[in-house]
């Protein structure tokens, strides 16, 4: 595997992959790889011939008193893993390259629905993202791009901001992949001491009994909101949210949903872990 650092070397690989025809895949990460990164990579090789990973921790997504310091940095294990996944072309531009106006970058906002859910408790948070993922979808024009579920606002921000601009790319979700416990693997599991690492399943848990409800039929939403903050606190987590929303839109769910989701962010310790699933609602007559 090949690793470039300036958009004109990734722009000049990925020519020449275009001129024998080729499909590229793009997996954009912050880097710190784990099994989850390692679908996303088996989910890209299964769409294109050319599988191009970042590596890129976008200051832009960070609020000001949030990890970015200290958000677990591993070179040369993700470079080992990439290449063993068979990636071809590693991207991993220093911060100048993807922000030569640092003071004032030119961002992009997904109105609505950046604002809720982790967006009230991350202000700017998705603007980076979105303004991250759209310079490097123009920056490598790959034909697919694949983003892990367990962020699935983050998912559903991409989409549409894809979609509104006309970025001809397709955008792939990819299945969240969990731990025996179930807790949804997260480079953020790190910050957790292992007293706090034995709790933390405890989200999925509570995820999984409100989904269980839904898909029984129950419609109170509020009340299971209320169950599953209390959940948490019983696992001695900080809730941010706990919400049952349409799938589609992240929208309060409506008498047509035909999908919905239940989301949860809470603090354990340092870690902010968020975890989702997603139910289909019996048909209602
Ligand atoms: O999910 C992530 O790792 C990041 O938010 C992403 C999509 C790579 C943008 O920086």
Sequence with gaps: METVTSIAQVRDRIHAWRAAHERVALVPTMGNLHAGHQSL????????????????????QFGPNEDFTRYPRTPREDERLLTEAGCDLLFAP???????????????HVRGLSETLCGQFRPGHFDGVATVVAKL???????????????????????????????????V???VVRAP???ALSSRNQYLSPAERARAPAIHRALRE??????????????????????LTQAEMRVDYFAVRDAADLAPPRSDSARLAVLAA???????LIDNVRVMPPVRG
């Excluded at 123009?138 to 601009?165: C, H, N, S, T, W």
């Excluded at 809470?266 to 902010?272: D, P, Q």
């Design 266 to 272: 809470a603090w354990l310790g340092r870690a902010r």
């Design 94 to 108: 220093p911060v100048a390259e993807i922000y030569p106006q640092a003071d004032q970058p030119t961002r992009i």
């Design 137 to 171: 979808l123009i920056i490598i024009g790959p034909d697919v791009a694949v983003f892990g579920e367990k962020d699935y606002q983050q998912l559903l921000i991409i989409r549409r901001m894809a979609g509104d601009l006309a970025l001809p790319m397709q955008i």
């Design 181 to 183: 416990d179930g807790l």
């Design 173 to 175: 979700g990819a299945p």
């Design 41 to 60: 990579l088996a989910a890209a090789h299964a769409r294109a011939q050319r599988v191009v990973a970042s590596i890129f921790i976008n200051p832009l």
């Design 210 to 231: 409100a989904a269980a409800a839904l898909e029984s039929g129950a419609t109170d939403y509020a009340a299971l909101e209320r169950a599953g903050t209390v959940a």
